[in-house]
Nanobody
Framework: VQLQASGGGLVQAGDSLRLSCAAS????????MGWFRQAPGREREFVAA????????YYADSVKGRFTISRHGAQNTVDLQMNSLKPEDTAVYYC??????????????????WGQGTEVTVSS
């Protein structure tokens, strides 16, 4: 499985960005997917996750109400709509895929495949 993330960029505080992650390869089922981020000098942290059937979604407290994770088009394509961006959202954002279908997970150890990351910079 290969994951390709896109949509990052440089924006101002209060702006919006939409990240997209497309999975290719062994993608014959709708698997659990998630987004994580890593800011400079910090450990990677959970952002959002979605179950295979899209019925369960989880968000980090820091993004709840501002970010929305959703499946788009092909069953293993996931978007992250980011609104009201803040400078503290600046990070490299990674999408990940877990070869399970039921439920969703916030634990990065559960994910089997990772994308290359897309950089988001929010200026104040």
């Amino acid at each position: 499985v290969q994951l390709q993330a896109s949509g990052g960029g440089l924006v101002q505080a209060g702006d919006s960005l939409r990240l997209s992650c497309a999975a290719s390869g062994r993608t014959f089922r709708a698997y659990r997917m998630g987004w994580f981020r890593q800011a400079p000098g910090r450990e990677r942290e959970f952002v959002a996750a979605i179950s295979g059937d899209s019925r369960r979604v989880y968000y980090a407290d820091s993004v709840k109400g501002r970010f929305t994770i959703s499946r788009h088009g092909a069953q293993n394509t996931v978007d992250l709509q980011m609104n009201s961006l803040k400078p503290e959202d600046t990070a490299v954002y990674y999408c990940a895929l877990d070869l399970k279908v039921v439920g969703a997970t916030m634990d990065e150890k559960d994910y089997d495949y990772w994308g290359q990351g897309t950089e988001v910079t929010v200026s104040s």
